[in-house]
């Protein structure tokens, strides 16, 4: 049975909003805002100073990162696209068609497309945290798919969210690509992954793409590329705090540092102060001194066996997983068996 937290009670999201395209409904359930000022001002007050990576992802910093998707040293989205293309017709028959499918973190739901013809879902409900990149990917979805029920949902989904569908649902279908979990700690990762086992109820299928452990090398070049798209799409995060908390960062005296921790399994992303800063941030102020880091991002790469036993912690059993020829990336299906 899906909880009441995972159930709809609609009360608190607006549709549909002007402007969108035949077939998409808009809800909105008003991420972060409110939380903003609190979140940050916690956050630079800690020691070591830390920036939620969920903040990245304001409409430049996701444009941004779809540049790093297409950036030669960033293997993960082509590798597990790869991944989809080969296996599509496979993983539709494991998630079962016609059901409702929520993706998380949808983006620019250009991965999704691989699988919608096979898939044929009752209702497609992406969901991601940034309003108008949602909005423009559903309404640009519905041009290739107008048969399409889009249920485009602009919600932060590491924490509880409504599902925009009416009624108490079970086997719902789930695509959450990207490795994005991996940006979560573990034991989030599988507290999240609780909350989808919820959300689809017993039975449901999630489809879950996994950056694999590999060589340091590869991993920190994908972190830290020639053109610095990595670089702008961090710093942007200090541009960000300027616009919305009338912080005062000068983004030339910080730089992107990122590294790959081999003790805990990840790539961790900092930004580093060139020399001591003294910043205003939303009324208070912080001091840097010279060298001193803002921890911005990890980035756990797992593998096969570490995430199947994540995902059990998560009432998840693993049906099949997929990967490609070197083993960089896998993409799991697993079925929710408790929740
Ligand atoms: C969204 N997420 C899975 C990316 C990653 O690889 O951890 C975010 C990213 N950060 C820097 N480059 C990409």
């Known amino acids: 049975m899906m909880n009441t937290e995972a159930t709809l009670a609609p009360s608190n999201l607006h549709s549909p909003r002007p402007g969108v395209a035949p077939g998409v409904r808009f809800f909105d359930a008003h991420p972060t805002p409110d939380d903003l000022r609190a979140e940050v001002l916690a956050g630079l007050s800690s020691m070591p100073k830390r920036l ?40 539709a028959d494991l998630l079962g068609r016609g059901r409702v499918l929520l993706e998380l973190g949808s983006g620019s739901s250009l991965k999704i497309r691989i699988l919608l013809a096979a898939l044929e879902p009752e209702i497609y409900i992406p969901i991601d945290i940034s309003r108008e990149h949602l909005r423009a990917s559903a309404e640009s979805l519905a041009e290739h798919f107008p048969a399409l029920a889009i249920h485009a949902t602009c919600a932060d989904y590491s924490v509880p969210f409504e599902l925009p569908i009416e009624g108490d649902r079970e086997g719902l279908a789930a695509f959450f690509p990207g490795s994005s979990i991996g940006n979560f700690e573990p034991e989030e990762a599988r507290a999240l992954l609780g909350r989808v086992a919820k959300l689809i109820g017993v039975g449901g299928r999630l489809l879950v793409g996994i950056d694999l452990q590999k060589d340091r090398a590869t991993l920190e070049r994908a972190y830290d590329d020639d053109r610095g798209v990595t670089s702008a799409f961090i710093l942007n995060v200090l541009e960000r705090l300027n616009r919305e908390l009338m912080a005062d960062f000068d983004l030339k005296a910080f730089v992107h540092r990122s590294f790959y921790n081999d003790a805990l399994g990840r790539i961790e992303v900092h930004l580093e102060a060139l020399s001591e800063q003294r910043v205003q941030v939303a009324g208070e102020q912080f001091v840097l001194a010279a060298g001193e880091r803002i921890h911005v991002e990890n980035s756990y790469k797992y593998d096969i066996a570490g995430f199947h036993q994540l995902a059990a912690g998560a009432g998840f059993v693993p049906e099949r997983v997929w990967t490609d020829p070197h083993r960089l990336f896998s993409v799991h299906c697993l079925r929710v068996e408790a929740c």
Do not use: V, W
């Open 52 to 91: 939620s990576p969920k903040l990245l992802y304001d409409e430049r910093g996701s444009q941004l990162f779809d540049a790093i998707t297409e950036l030669p040293e960033y293997y993960p989205t082509r590798t597990e696209i790869g991944i989809l293309c080969d296996h599509g017709e496979e993983m």
